[in-house]
T-cell receptor, first 112, second 117 residues
Framework: AQSVSQHNHHVILSEAASLELGCNYSYGGTVNLFWYVQYPGQHLQLLLKYFSGDPLVKGIKGFEAEFIKSKFSFNLRKPSVQWSDTAEYFCAVSGGYNKLIFGAGTRLAVHP | EAGVAQSPRYKIIEKRQSVAFWCNPISGHATLYWYQQILGQGPKLLIQFQNNGVVDDSQLPKDRFSAERLKGVDSTLKIQPAKLEDSAVYLC???????????????FGEGSRLTVL
């Protein structure tokens, strides 16, 4: 069965600090990988996605993620976070039929 | 472009009562999803429609939950009777289809928050 594991449930950073959120998945076939973000009071929205090709993908607002197939990982990174990055971040995997399986999420709080 | 519309935004009911949530997806999106998000957890897929047919309802508690998408556009999710553990945010999402570069990119509504007392 497909599953997604996010290592950190809560992360607290100061502005300008670097961010890395861990994500590991379990799936037996070809997968598509995603990071979604939910800002306070807003709906879930796509941050970035990986389907194939270059394993380093860039998303909106300076975020990037690296797909490491051998480690079944898709970690999210940002070199310098801002207060406006305070949100909850969800890693997700999609296999057949476009079924999206989410991790439990990581709450990021950025202090000015 | 209008987003995914959901109503009501909030609902408080007592256990054993019934509740219904409505979703109108983005125009032209063939696939519609209902997710349940319990506090502190990630969204869990309840049911997925492709047009008006069910693609996946393996995690839908069919003894109390039902969903329909009769004309392949908007959808209703019903819970009857509700239990305390049904307290959650019910998210509706839509996507263009199941193939191509848009695979997996879901557009979410703001959700319907249910509290069961």
């Amino acid at each position: 069965a497909q599953s997604v594991s996010q290592h950190n449930h809560h992360v607290i950073l100061s502005e300008a600090a670097s961010l890395e959120l861990g994500c590991n998945y379990s799936y037996g076939g070809t997968v598509n990988l995603f990071w979604y973000v939910q800002y306070p009071g807003q709906h879930l929205q796509l941050l970035l996605k990986y389907f194939s090709g270059d394993p380093l993908v860039k998303g909106i607002k300076g975020f990037e993620a690296e797909f490491i197939k051998s480690k079944f990982s898709f970690n999210l990174r940002k070199p310098s976070v801002q207060w406006s990055d305070t949100a909850e971040y969800f890693c997700a995997v999609s296999g057949g039929y476009n079924k999206l399986i989410f991790g439990a999420g990581t709450r990021l709080a950025v202090h000015p | 472009e209008a987003g995914v519309a959901q109503s009501p935004r909030y609902k408080i009911i007592e256990k054993r009562q019934s509740v219904a949530f409505w979703c109108n997806p983005i125009s032209g999106h063939a696939t519609l999803y209902w997710y349940q998000q319990i506090l502190g957890q990630g969204p869990k897929l309840l049911i997925q429609f492709q047009n008006n047919g069910v693609v996946d309802d393996s995690q839908l508690p069919k003894d109390r939950f039902s969903a329909e998408r009769l004309k392949g556009v908007d959808s209703t999710l019903k819970i009857q009777p509700a239990k305390l553990e049904d307290s959650a945010v019910y998210l509706c999402a839509s996507s263009l289809g199941t193939s191509g570069r848009n695979t997996g990119e879901l557009f979410f509504g703001e959700g319907s928050r249910l509290t069961v007392l």
